[in-house]
């Protein structure tokens, strides 16, 4: 399979790849075609650059000219290869014809994947990655992005008609772990027998459905050394939600300050915490314990591997799964592990406060 990744600028196009690659998918970059075409006649790398030559070489030897060398070196290699990244219609179409013509029996020769996110995202994301060609302010972004969307002419960049064309189109406006869940299901999909594309849409797991909403709950939170959130829910319904913040009536961190204090944790490791606030965990279960509803048997959705505290609380809640999204220095894992709670976290990295 060959799958085309189209595409915003800071979308996470390089990301939705790094997953392909870990799933063993070969990498063409139309990016590094670029960066040596560009070398080679002695110009600067920069984003301009990057795209006058490749209107150039699209304009000379045909709109998918780029595409379609690295389509060859992918045949030649042959297996599983990922094109990065599909900028005009032209591209689409001659690698739409390309996998048609050379394997008639495949179901899925070629496809097309596109990212996006919202632009204030988008922008922040290249700023933070901080490479040559992404020095810009946000206006200029969106002046030079606004040349990009919509070309007619089909040797041109446009962005917006390649992400209509794409097979499947994935937002990306929250979190890597996220991404990579909808990512891994639709490449699923696309191995499986039954493969059908449904309109390009894929919706959320009930795992994603809640973990949304608990990034959303946390944007409530009054700490900043960690605006954290929870959601508590069985049967794919909604018990109790939560976040990080002082008892009710008490001062927020974010109008006086945090009330730090050096913690010795069980490992003999000495940390300074905020003791102001309640966690989010403690405050969802300090909820259903004042509305009366039973969280027996619930999952628990978190932003980090619960802390020992919130993980006792959670064992005699009677709560029996947990999900979160990254681990946490201090984080009890083993202790609801040994208490019969299921964890599950979604990326395997350790946040550190
Ligand atoms: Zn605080
Ligand atoms: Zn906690």
């Avoid at 399979?1 to 790849?17: E, F, N, Q, W």
């Avoid at 179901?107 to 996006?116: I, N, S």
């Avoid at 018990?239 to 913040?245: A, D, F």
């Avoid at 003791?275 to 980090?304: F, P």
Wanted: aromatic share 6%; proline share 2%; charged share 30%.
């Amino acid at each position: 399979m060959i799958i085309g990744i189209s595409g915003t600028l800071g979308a996470g196009k390089g990301t939705v790849v790094e997953f392909l690659k870990e799933r063993g998918f070969a990498h063409y970059s139309v990016r590094e075609f670029l960066v040596e075409e560009i070398l080679k006649r002695g110009l600067d790398v920069n984003r301009d650059n990057m795209v006058s030559v490749a209107n150039d070489l699209r304009a000379k030897f045909g709109a998918a000219y780029i595409v379609e060398e690295l389509h060859g070196r992918a045949m030649e290699r042959g297996g599983d290869c990922v094109i990065e990244s599909v900028r005009c219609v032209g591209e689409v179409e001659a690698l739409r014809e390309k996998s048609k013509v050379q394997s008639p029996k495949s179901k899925v020769g070629f496809v097309l994947w596109a990212v996006d996110a919202d632009v204030e995202s988008r922008y922040a994301r290249i700023v933070e990655r901080g490479s040559s060609t992404d020095m810009i302010s946000f206006d200029d972004f969106v002046r030079q992005e606004g040349s990009e969307m919509k070309n007619e002419n089909p040797l041109k960049q446009n962005l917006k008609a390649c992400i209509e064309m794409a097979d499947v189109c994935f937002r990306n406006d929250w979190t890597i772990g996220e991404l990579k869940g909808k990512v891994l299901k639709a490449l699923d999909k696309f191995e499986s027998d039954d493969f059908v594309i449904e309109g390009g849409y894929i919706r959320p797991t009930w795992d994603e459905y809640f973990m949304e909403i608990c990034r959303a709950v946390a944007k409530r939170a009054t700490c900043d050394r960690g605006r954290s959130g929870c959601v508590i829910a069985r049967n794919k319904q909604i018990l109790v939600t939560g976040y990080v913040g002082s008892p009710i009536g008490l001062p927020h961190c974010d109008e006086v300050g945090h009330q730090l204090e050096d913690t010795i944790h069980e490992d003999g490791v000495k940390r300074t915490h905020c003791i102001r606030t309640t966690h989010a965990e403690q405050n969802a279960i300090c909820q259903a314990a004042k509305l009366g509803i039973s969280i027996d048997g619930a999952t628990v959705y978190c932003k980090l591997e619960p802390c020992s505290v919130c993980a006792k609380m959670i064992v005699n809640s009677g709560i029996k799964r947990v999900v979160c999204e990254k681990r946490y220095q201090s984080g009890a894992q083993s202790l609801l592990e040994e208490a019969g709670v299921l964890v599950e976290v979604l990326v395997d990295e350790v946040e550190k406060y």
